[in-house]
């Protein structure tokens, strides 16, 4: 019986033909999904282009029965030289950071450190002054502020919900931060670099941001120790996983040998290919950015998606890992949050969901609220990383995964689109895979 699919070391000249593969897994010819959007055809074909250099997949089940680990194509060190794409190299996770940090907040709930809705202004005096921007004064052209009617609480942050935008997403707060907040070189921590207004009134909106910057920052505050730290001592360590994650800036030198992003054309290995133009705040952060600036590796950050699939306990509580799968949006930050959806940037924030499928927001990331045919299940928790990564745990079906697309530069919008379509090819195939797989168990 098949029980586990890994492929590794494979170099991009190299072609796994479908059949070879297919046969192998006993998947019927006459498959539309097998004989044309698979992993194996259609990443093959975007490295074969010149639009990906190559990626690593991983998926299990709770039990590790089921295991899918793909590491294919080649990366380029900085001197120049190729080697094959390994598991374990080392990954800029960008966005996909903020579950950690989602996981790190939950465990301070637990340690009676902080709570979901009580007021932070006591921890992060910063938020509590900040005011909410209105508008801008025809007259003058200064902005237009009022005063938060409520304070900002950990649950708010954790759901994106607490007013707190990215510059660049918003254009009122991008206008207001080129006035008033220039970028600047020097390097500064997540309370100096994110001083800009808030965009709606806390739990009144949904808006993404740096919400989960500032909640790593918070349990920095309550615990006394780095998130970098805590990640290794309290979410590591405890599921036997090696220390090997950094936040920027990436200095230990096993790391930097690794890291996929450190080459020609990212010599500083800011994360050029996963976040674009963005990538540039990895040079200028001080300190540990939890909703942006973490780097390890897919196997590992897949043990701890394993480890809230199967609920075991190690890092989370049943009952905490239970509320963070449930929608936690207030009926005011629910229609701001399907607004979002139904805007132009409602697919980025969908997230691969398709517009007719129900979607709210738990701790740590978008839940499909009821089944999809042939692929989530409800409840499924997803989010991603940059433009090039994805990553969910469905919980009802017994899967979770993660996939780092390694895109070549200029990130541009054809290979933007391609990464799209191949997050997309991934989160697919992978059910169609692990069907495939539970057939031959007799599970099905």
Known sequence: MLSSIRLINRPSSFALKPKSFTSSLKIKPYSSLAMSRTIETNFQAAIDSGKINGAVMCATDSKGNFVYDNAIGQRTLLSGEKRPQQLDDVLVFASASKLIATIAAMQCVEDGLLTLKGDLSEIAPELSEKKVLTGWSEEDDTPLLEPAARPITLEMLL???????????????????????????????????????????????????????????????????????????????????????????????????????????????????????????????????????????????????????????????????????????????????QAMLASPMGPFFRVGIDAETKVGHGLGGVLTLEDVDGWYGAGTMSWGGGLTLAWFIDRKNDLCGIGAILAALPLDGEVTQVSTDLKDVFRKDIYHKYAEWKKEQGKL
């Open 159 to 337: 759901t994106h919900s607490a007013g707190t935008a990215y510059d660049f997403l918003n254009p009122s707060i991008g206008k207001w931060s080129s006035k008033y907040n220039p970028k600047e070189e020097k390097k500064r921590k997540v309370e100096e670099v994110f001083i800009y207004p808030l965009s709606h009134q806390p739990g009144g909106g949904w808006m993404y941001g740096p919400a989960c910057d500032w909640a790593g920052r918070i349990v920095e505050r309550v615990t006394e120790n780095t998130l970098e730290e805590h990640l290794h001592e309290r979410i590591m360590k405890p599921l036997g996983l090696e220390p090997d994650a950094q936040f920027f800036p990436v200095t230990r030198e096993d790391l930097r040998e690794r890291l996929v992003n450190l080459n020609p054309d990212d010599p500083e290995g800011l994360g050029r290919a996963v976040m674009g133009g963005g990538s540039e705040i990895n040079g200028r952060t001080d300190g540990c950015f939890g909703g942006h600036g973490l780097t390890m590796t897919a196997p590992a950050f897949a043990k701890i998606m394993q480890s809230l699939l199967a609920n075991d306990g190690k890092i989370l509580k049943p009952a905490t890992v239970d509320d963070m799968f449930q929608h936690h949006l207030s009926p005011e930050a629910t229609a701001g949050h």
